[in-house]
């Protein structure tokens, strides 16, 4: 049948494609940009028809109007695998649950364990051939619609074409409804101005960074800060292989430091499994030759992490305790945001040739009552771990860097005590006392 005659018979408004959902169905919305706005709206407007409507996300900027107009839960119950600032804002009100995983795990999870009665994601325009690009979302998205049921697809006209290695898009007759409407433009998210301290912790890093390294910059704002600082560096010839393309890797190819060349694996272009950020940022990743996307379980995949010489990852956390676990989701039992891709990283990069993993984070901060509070604690207390204490390497704030691999738990503890704010070190020295990791010797 001719493809444009499939798209017609396929065509449907966002209200009559919706009705194939049953109470009871998993709905999958997959991740960031490709969230479904329409179709969403539309399933909202069902809420008195349905019950125990159970829905799958991640990344999602909101607003989700089918989680908005139910604050019972009772018809819609979402739930999201790495969250977003808004999908933590709905954690805090019993509106959101997630799903424990690493990234390039969660694909397998669907092929294995998990149902999907409908798939619903937006897309960008078809192409003369009939295919529909994945778009920002494919990272994880072919490897959902392939377990669907059911697969809808939102087109959104402001959705960038990515060139991928595979899995960038699916085909007219692989779908079962296709709708159209207008949509407001992408969500921006701008990279912050740096801090004194972002500035001090990637002065920091750099030095550990050399001529044709490739970079992991993981999610979250530290992060991008830093790579925007790199951008600034004498460093050239810097590759990228990441779980999240972001401004900071546009501002490193707009500074000339972006070029691949030295790559082991794909030499020449950039590797990514999601994007999202600046107008400026999809704008360059549209049709990009130089810009590859790929599935998670590839991306993430540590033995492909580890084929990259001088490979280094940079991600942030929340706090990191006297033994060297990692914190980088929840603060306590408050969740924050996910484990996401961030222990695939540690791992890859350790593994690598030259490789070096940083976990970044201010020394301390100032909560709510405008106490100043340290990152670095004696021990966690009902926080989530994000990487163990036997997966740490360097530890990063604005008072140095640490490298933790192979070091005893009062080598760990003098080293973490050396780069915390000087208001703990003192208290931290106490504490170590009292859990028997600090040694007589060690300097006050």
């Not at 599935?295 to 033995?303: D, I, K, S, Y």
Request: hydrophobic share 40%; charged share 25%; net charge neutral.
């Amino acid at each position: 049948m001719n493809i444009l005659q499939q798209y017609r018979d396929k065509l449907r408004t966002p209200e009559e494609a919706v009705k194939v959902v049953k109470s009871g169905d998993w709905i999958d919305y997959t991740t960031n940009v490709g969230f479904p706005v329409l179709l969403d709206a539309a399933l909202a407007k069902r809420k008195d028809e349905l019950h125990d409507v159970k829905i799958r996300g991640n990344l999602l900027f909101g607003p989700i109007q089918t989680v908005e107009c139910d604050p019972t839960r009772e018809h819609f119950i979402y739930n999201s695998w790495h969250c977003s600032g808004y999908e933590r804002k709905l954690c805090d009100k019993g509106l959101c649950n997630y799903i424990p995983m690493i990234f390039r795990n969660v694909v397998p999870y669907y092929h294995h364990f998990l149902t999907v009665n409908v798939a619903m994601m937006c897309v960008a325009p078809m192409d003369k051939h009939g295919y529909f690009n994945l778009s920002c979302s494919t990272g994880i998205a072919k490897g959902i619609l392939d377990k669907a049921d059911i697969i809808i697809l939102e087109v959104n006209e402001h959705l960038p074409r990515i060139l991928g290695m595979k899995d960038e898009c699916i085909h007219i007759s692989e779908i079962d409804y296709v709708v159209e409407g207008e949509h407001p433009a992408l969500p921006e998210f701008p990279t912050a101005k740096p801090t004194p301290n972002d500035i001090k912790i990637a002065e920091n890093i750099i030095p550990y960074i050399m001529d044709g390294a490739t970079l992991q910059l993981g999610i979250g704002g530290m992060p991008d800060v830093v790579g925007a600082l790199i951008a600034q560096s004498d460093l050239k010839d810097l590759g990228m292989h990441t779980e999240l393309c972001s401004n900071a890797y546009y501002e490193l190819y707009k500074a000339g430091k972006l070029t691949n060349k030295r790559k082991n694996i794909f030499p020449g272009k950039g590797m990514t499994g999601i994007v999202f950020g600046s107008k400026e940022l999809y704008e360059w990743v549209d049709d990009n030759p130089s810009i590859m996307i790929a599935p998670l379980e590839f991306v993430n995949a540590p033995h492909n992490i580890a084929k990259l010489d001088n490979m280094v990852s940079i991600n942030n956390c929340i706090a990191v305790d006297l033994y060297g676990q990692i914190c980088s989701e929840s603060a306590g039992l408050r969740h924050i945001s996910g484990t996401g891709g961030q222990l695939d990283y540690v791992t890859g990069a350790a593994m690598a040739r030259g490789g070096k993993a940083f976990i970044c984070m201010t020394s301390s901060f100032v909560d709510k009552k405008g106490q100043r509070q340290s990152r670095i604690l004696p021990h966690f207390s009902g926080d989530i771990i994000t990487a163990p204490r036997s997966q740490a390497h360097f530890i990063v704030t604005e008072y140095g860097a640490v490298n933790l691999v192979g070091r005893s738990t009062w080598e760990r503890a003098e080293l973490l005590v050396s780069i915390a704010h000087p208001d703990f070190r003192e208290s931290l020295i106490e504490a170590a006392e009292k859990q028997k990791i600090w040694r007589r010797s060690n300097k006050r």
